[in-house]
C-alpha cells in the first residue's frame, strides 16, 4: 500500500505563487510517475502536471509557462510550483502515484486565487 500526503494549499492572490508538495510512503518501487490533478466544483478532475521517475513532464496547456513540477526521488516527494495563479486555478488539487497497474490518491488540498 502507498499513501500520499499534500500540503501547501490555501488563499493567494491573482499573480501569486503556491507550491504544493506531495509526500509518499509505503511500498514504493524505483519506476513511478507522479502527478498533479485538481477538480473544481462541478467539473471532472482533470491532469495539471505528471513527471516521470526519469524526469519527463507534461502540462495542461493552461498552466504551460506558469506551473513546474518537480520531484526528488530520495523523499519520494513531487512538487506544483505554481506562479501567476488565475482564479480559474482555484480548486482541489490531488497528488497521484502510478506504479505498474496501481494507482493512488492523496486527500487533496484546496488552493483558492482570489482577491
Known amino acids: 500500500q502507498v499513501q500520499l500526503v499534500e500540503s501547501g494549499g490555501g488563499l493567494v492572490q491573482p499573480g501569486g505563487s503556491l507550491r504544493l508538495s506531495c509526500a509518499a510512503s509505503?511500498?514504493?518501487?524505483?519506476?513511478?510517475?507522479m502527478e498533479w490533478y485538481r477538480q473544481a466544483p462541478g467539473t471532472d478532475r482533470n491532469l495539471v502536471a505528471a513527471i516521470s521517475s526519469g524526469g519527463s513532464t507534461n502540462y495542461a496547456d493552461s498552466v504551460k509557462g506558469r506551473f513546474a513540477i518537480s520531484r526528488d526521488n530520495t523523499k519520494n516527494t513531487v512538487y506544483l510550483q505554481m506562479n501567476s495563479l488565475k482564479p480559474e486555478d482555484t480548486a482541489f488539487y490531488y497528488c497521484?502515484?502510478?506504479?505498474?497497474?496501481?494507482?493512488?490518491w492523496g486527500q487533496g488540498t484546496q488552493v483558492t486565487v482570489s482577491s
Open positions: 509505503g511500498r514504493i518501487g524505483k519506476t513511478y510517475v
Open positions: 497521484r502515484l502510478g506504479q505498474g497497474y496501481d494507482a493512488y
